[in-house]
């Protein structure tokens, strides 16, 4: 076919000829083929990964990696992920479950990621890290309860795994039980202290506990290992905030949004610390930068409403909190703080 045919006319021997050249081990052969190829279909994403497969087989990785990402421009659709589905090992194979259930981490694909673990587990059910996965995955939907109970089956096998230890803390954090936190917390600083996350987590639990300067010393070893954690920079601000000291607040606000200048939560933050300092003007700057990033946003709009209203501007706030429902905020704690925050300059401004 190839000797009578035009190449263009010609893709599917090609690929035929350079898979039986790869399975040969003839990996030249197969990539002059797939080149040849690809310069008729050069958008194709499975002739990409096809010569990123055999590049690599020649030992050329940065060209298969060139070629690997190319294959990922062209193509919207998780090749790999489907490659793995479709695998015939998959239920017999731990790493292929954990390589598709990290797949489906990265696309925000949650409950597949915690099928995948399941089925893993189902192999290995004593393998402490994919139980300790599989709780993190409940926590980051919502779901504390099943996420604590898995994280305690990972405890029960062994009472010092410190990733197991770190989310069950933080489900406890989460629910303001901040000396059991602290109790596990412990225990982790002991096997690895060098840890800025676990320093940020404790002193945030001093906080919770109004312990304002054990909080400062923990997050400030949390920056010390993490300097650029916009986080440990944002809490931080919060307790020297708490403690009247807003210059240092503004200092540390300042640096998280350098950090990441477009989260509207850090430029709220800072518009409320410049009003401490008697900055107005660039407060009210730093307040219509957050709304302009995020104009549906509850706390952002009663926080500024209320700023034009200490402000005496009661026309400005009352048409920055307008359009605000607060029946639409859910039942959160702080979404019953913002709605009563609403309701109270709802009347001031009735009056």
């Given at each position: 076919?190839?000797?009578?045919?035009?190449?263009?006319?010609?893709?599917?021997?090609?690929?035929?000829?350079?898979?039986?050249?790869?399975?040969?081990?003839?990996?030249?052969?197969?990539?002059?083929?797939?080149?040849?190829?690809?310069?008729?279909?050069?958008?194709s994403?499975?002739?990409?990964y096809l010569l990123g497969k055999s590049r690599y087989l020649q030992g050329e990785h940065s060209k298969a990696i060139e070629c690997f990402k190319k294959a990922l421009e062209y193509e919207t659709n998780n090749w790999a992920q489907e490659v793995l589905m479709n695998c015939p090992s998959l239920d017999k194979c731990v790493d292929i479950l954990v390589f598709l259930?990290?797949?489906?981490?990265?696309?925000?694909?949650?409950?597949?990621?915690?099928?995948?673990?399941?089925?893993?587990?189902?192999?290995?059910?004593?393998?402490?890290?994919?139980?300790?996965?599989?709780?993190?995955?409940?926590?980051?939907?919502?779901?504390?309860?099943?996420?604590?109970?898995?994280?305690?089956?990972?405890?029960?096998?062994?009472?010092?795994h410190v990733p197991s230890i770190l989310a069950a803390a933080t489900v406890l954090q989460k629910n303001n039980d901040f000396d059991v936190a602290l109790t596990k917390y412990r225990v982790a600083a002991e096997k690895c202290e060098y840890n800025g996350p676990l320093w940020n987590n404790i002193g945030m639990c001093f906080y919770g506990?109004?312990?304002l300067v054990a909080s400062i010393i923990c997050l400030k070893k949390a920056n010390y290992q993490c300097p650029l954690d916009p986080k440990v920079l944002f809490n931080l601000a919060l307790v020297h905030r708490s403690m009247l000291q807003h210059a240092s607040a503004y200092h540390f606000i300042a640096s998280a949004i350098n950090l990441q200048n477009k989260n509207v939560i850090f430029i709220m933050t800072i518009a409320v610390i410049l009003s401490d300092l008697g900055d107005f003007t660039s407060a009210r700057k730093a307040y219509k930068k957050a709304?302009?990033?995020?104009?549906?946003?509850?706390?952002?709009?009663?926080?500024?409403?209320l700023f034009e209203y200490r402000r005496g501007n009661l026309s400005d706030a009352a048409a920055i909190i307008q359009n605000v429902n607060a029946k639409n905020l859910g039942e959160s704690p702080e979404a019953a703080e913002v709605a009563n925050r609403i309701n109270f300059l709802r009347s001031c401004l009735a009056k």
């Open positions: 076919m190839l000797q009578n045919e035009p190449e263009i006319l010609c893709e599917y021997a090609l690929v035929c000829k350079a898979q039986i050249a790869k399975e040969r081990g003839d990996a030249k052969t197969a990539v002059n083929s797939l080149i040849i190829a690809l310069k008729h279909n050069p958008n994403p499975r002739l990409l259930a990290k797949l489906c981490v990265q696309k925000n694909e949650l409950v597949p990621a915690m099928e995948a673990f399941k089925r893993a587990l189902n192999l290995e059910p004593e393998n402490l890290d994919l139980i300790a996965e599989l709780g993190l995955l409940y926590l980051k939907t919502g779901s504390d309860q099943k996420a604590f109970s898995w994280l305690g089956k990972a405890l029960t096998y062994d009472a010092t506990k109004g312990k709304l302009s990033l995020d104009p549906g946003n509850a706390m952002i709009r009663v926080n500024f409403a």
